[in-house]
């Protein structure tokens, strides 16, 4: 799973992890240190900063497996876009009682995307 997969699951579980997790994850993926400056930072070998964040990635990863949280996010936003491309289209028609519908539709979609 590349970083960027990763980071977003932190996001979404992080706060489920232990405070040596978050710290370790945190100081690999946002401040880009190597294994060897996480450990001189913690106080920990290079060989605990790999085996943490290898059982912090797994948990992240398995916390995904089970919940499904960032791919139903994931579906949540791809239909509301597609909502309001479709109400968009609706927004210009003609008839007033469905472009004020379709006006509704576009501030309730809206709303989902925030």
């Not at 930072?41 to 089970?66: W, Y």
């Amino acid at each position: 799973m590349d970083s960027t997969e990763l980071i977003l699951l932190y996001d979404y579980y992080g706060a489920l992890l232990t405070k040596r997790q978050r710290e370790c994850f945190e100081l690999r993926y946002d401040q880009d240190l190597s294994l060897g400056e996480i450990g001189e930072e913690l106080g920990i070998s290079r060989q605990g900063v790999f085996d943490n964040l290898s059982r912090t990635e797994a948990l992240l990863i398995n916390m995904e497996e089970k919940t499904g949280c960032v791919r139903r996010d994931r579906q949540c936003r791809k239909a509301a876009e597609q909502i309001v491309s479709a109400a968009q289209v609706l927004a210009d028609y003609r008839d007033e009682t469905v472009s004020q519908l379709a006006r509704e539709i576009l501030t309730s979609a809206q709303e989902l995307k925030e």
